[in-house]
C-alpha cells in the first residue's frame, strides 16, 4: 500500500509558474513510476506528466510540453511537477498517482491515487 500526499496548489495569476509536490509513504517509491493528472470541473481526469522508475524517462501530454517539467527525487520519496505560464483553462484539482507498471499515462493502469491539491488560475 502506498499513501499519497500533494500539496503546493493554490491562486495563481494567468502566465505564472506554480509548483506541486507529491509525498509518498513506503520504503519501495523508487520501484515505482509516478504520473501527475488534472481534472477541471465537470471534466475528465487527464493526464499531465509521468516519470519511470529512475526519473530517466518521462512523458507529457502535449498541451503542457515545454512548460510543466516532472521530477522525482527517491531519496525523499518525492514527485515534482513544476508548471509554468499556466492559462485559465489549466485550473483543475492536480492528483499524483503511482503506477506499477514501468510507464504509462492511461488512468486504469495507475494503483493509487492522492487527494488532490487545487490549482486555481486567474486571468
Known amino acids: 500500500q502506498v499513501q499519497l500526499v500533494e500539496s503546493g496548489g493554490g491562486l495563481v495569476q494567468a502566465g505564472d509558474s506554480l509548483r506541486l509536490s507529491c509525498a509518498a509513504s513506503?520504503?519501495?517509491?523508487?520501484?515505482?513510476?509516478m504520473g501527475w493528472f488534472r481534472q477541471a470541473p465537470g471534466k475528465g481526469r487527464e493526464a499531465v506528466a509521468a516519470i519511470n522508475r529512475s526519473g530517466s524517462t518521462t512523458y507529457y501530454a502535449d498541451s503542457v510540453k515545454g512548460r510543466f517539467t516532472i521530477a522525482r527525487d527517491n531519496t525523499k520519496n518525492a514527485v515534482l511537477l513544476q508548471m509554468n505560464s499556466q492559462p485559465p483553462e489549466e485550473a483543475a484539482d492536480y492528483y499524483c498517482?503511482?503506477?506499477?507498471?514501468?510507464?504509462?499515462?492511461?488512468?486504469?493502469?495507475?494503483?493509487?491515487w492522492g487527494q488532490g491539491t487545487q490549482v486555481t488560475v486567474s486571468s
Open positions: 498517482a503511482v503506477i506499477t507498471r514501468p510507464l504509462g499515462y492511461l488512468q486504469y493502469m495507475y494503483d493509487y
Open positions: 513506503g520504503r519501495t517509491f523508487s520501484t515505482y513510476a
